[in-house]
């Protein structure tokens, strides 16, 4: 199989989508092609034997063939002697790998299905639904999905409180932990706020949960569900921040969980009510809580760091699983019959 990994996009985790997009290169042993947009929103095609980090941030990658997306793909200006024509990049399968804006938010599942691109990833109405944290709220509820209670502040809103401290706060549509904070005085939400603000116009905020549990399950459904390892995270502070996240990105091995049998099955059922039809195509982790005997979804991570890779056995076997179990959009046909119907009547 080749592969088309598509990475970076504008967003504030652009530099996570580079990063997770090299990490993969030692994993997939399939024949990779890398696509990358920059903060233009300019696809360029990167030699998979020359891809590195400090690429991106010199602006080296410019010297690399520019790439023009129409129906059925990717295009490449190719120049011969008396004439450039455009050639078809040449992949089986795209595996959406932009972290945040652009990957996340439904913006290239528009386009990938406008343009008729096969691609690994959430769909548009996934994307809406898990980019938002209140629609992801709102969502669980509908499905029979315990969250923690929360409260919605807009940066017009004045700055009441509804709970009791300590309390967490969390842009509304950002992922990786950035502009995540806990507070457990008014001077710490005050600046907690303004933290979060930089980064999004509005807030959700929950009671901080002292002594839990968190565990991550990431998976698919094929002709059955397919579920990770159960990772239960280790954090030597309240949250996990940004680089604890992140800055480990070459790791290959997880942080295996402990469970017994009963929640592991519980943890699984979970995830399989929330991955419901909605998120076919896509590969995606699912971050519990488990507080007082009673789990609850903290969030959906429908393109994970690095696609999880390192909680499976068999990561390649799972990509090339999933990339034949790919939803399919319905043909419509348009015959113009109900037109032809009125220009009829009318005698024309």
């Known amino acids: ?15 996570i989508s580079i990063v997770s997009a090299i990490a993969l290169k030692d994993v997939l042993k399939f024949e990779l092609i890398y696509i990358f947009l920059n903060e233009n929103r300019e696809f360029y095609l990167i030699p998979t034997d020359t891809i590195k980090s400090n690429l991106f941030s010199s602006g080296e990658y410019k010297k690399f063939s520019k790439l023009t997306l129409k129906q059925g ?3 490449e200006n190719k120049k011969s002697l008396f004439k450039t024509r455009k050639e078809l990049v ?25 343009m008729n691109i096969d691609f690994i990833g959430p769909r548009i109405q996934a994307s809406v639904l898990s980019f938002n944290k209140h629609l992801t709220k709102l969502y669980a509820r509908d499905i029979a999905v315990s969250t923690v209670p929360y409260q919605l502040l ?4 004045k700055r009441d409180l509804d ?18 904070s806990v507070a457990s005085t008014p ?52 949250i996990l921040d940004f680089d604890k996240k992140y800055m480990d990105f070459g790791r290959t091995e997880a942080t295996l969980s402990k469970v017994n049998e009963s929640l592991e ?31 609850y979804l903290n969030e959906i991570n429908p393109i994970p760091g690095s696609m999880a890779n390192y909680l499976f056995d068999d990561f390649n076997s799972v990509i090339e699983t999933l990339a034949n179990y790919l939803p399919k959009s319905k ?18």
């Open 154 to 157: 807009n940066i017009n809103d």
């Open 187 to 238: 001077e710490e939400f005050d600046y907690g706020l303004d933290v979060a603000f930089e980064f999004d116009n509005n807030i959700l905020i929950e009671p901080f949960l002292e002594d839990l549990r968190e565990f991550n399950v990431a998976g698919f459904r094929a002709d059955k569900f397919v579920f990770s390892k159960i990772e239960e995270p280790t954090k030597n502070s309240k």
């Open 163 to 180: 709970f009791d401290y300590p309390i967490i706060i969390k842009p509304l549509s950002l992922g990786s932990s950035i502009g995540v």
């Open 90 to 114: 040449n992949f089986d399968v795209t595996l959406n790998l932009v972290h945040g804006g652009d990957g996340e938010d439904g913006k290239l599942a528009s386009l990938f299905e406008f």
């Open 331 to 348: 043909k419509i046909e348009i015959d113009y019959k109900y037109i032809n119907s009125i220009q009829s009547a009318k005698g024309k």
């Open 73 to 75: 793909g990717f295009y």
């Open 1 to 15: 199989m080749k592969l088309a990994i598509i990475f970076g996009g504008v967003s504030f985790e652009h530099e």
């Open 265 to 295: 099955l519980s943890l699984k059922e979970e995830f399989a009510k929330v991955y419901n039809t909605l998120f076919e195509g896509a590969l995606i982790r699912c971050d519990f809580f488990y507080h007082n005997n009673r789990i």
